[in-house]
């Protein structure tokens, strides 16, 4: 697509995107209001799905989610994915099977309409700030001792470089192995292309694929295998990236 068509798509989208959220801010205030906090979470979230599968629809950013069936929803799980592109938040809502709380940064907020709904269900964290990152650490493992599973993109920004993963922070797979909580990698695959975080007046309608690839066992590990745990993750998500 040239540049002028991509702005007239983006703008679209983006149309899109705030009128179906302010149409779901009420409901979602409401929930957070009138319902304890766990069940709220769960109520906004649900509506959130509902929100994005109707951005994905009316804006052709298409999602399909493949390998569902790898993840026992019986038990919490610490999901971690590659972060490219403001899509992946539709990808996530949509792809991820169970209830889930996610990590985010705390300056999302300040997005207007979208940060009254990004706090009430996005565990917050200021990564400059040491408080800030143990109360949300712990903030993760209360919700996982809860039987809730949690989301952390382990690049811990999107990821601007030419390669297909950028450096892994320590935080989820420390979390996995304080908690003894399988990590559920996954990649989501044509993100970048659909909607780049560095060029946006690139985006284009398209098709994104949410892969998840296999369960990882941390039972029985140790901070000393954080390194290696770690490494593993990122050469699954890598290879599943390339493969893809």
Known sequence: MSK???GIYLVYAG???ISLMFIALP???LASAILSKTTGKRIILFLL???AWGFSAASFFWIKTKNTHLINQDIPHIYVGNHGSYLDAIAVCIGIPQYFSPLGKVEMTKIPVFGLIYKRIVVLIDRSNKESREESVSALKTDISNGQSILIFPEGTMNKTDKPLSEFYDGAFRIAI???TPLMPFVMINNRELLPRVTPLKARPGLL???FITPVDVK???QDDLPMLK???YDLMEGAILKF
């Open 4 to 6: 002028v068509l991509s």
């Open 15 to 17: 149309i899109i995107f």
């Open 27 to 29: 409901f979602v205030l």
């Open 49 to 51: 799905r509902c929100w």
């Open 178 to 180: 304080e908690t003894q």
């Open 209 to 211: 694929t949410t892969v």
């Open 220 to 222: 029985g590990l140790t």
């Open 231 to 233: 490494q593993k993750v």
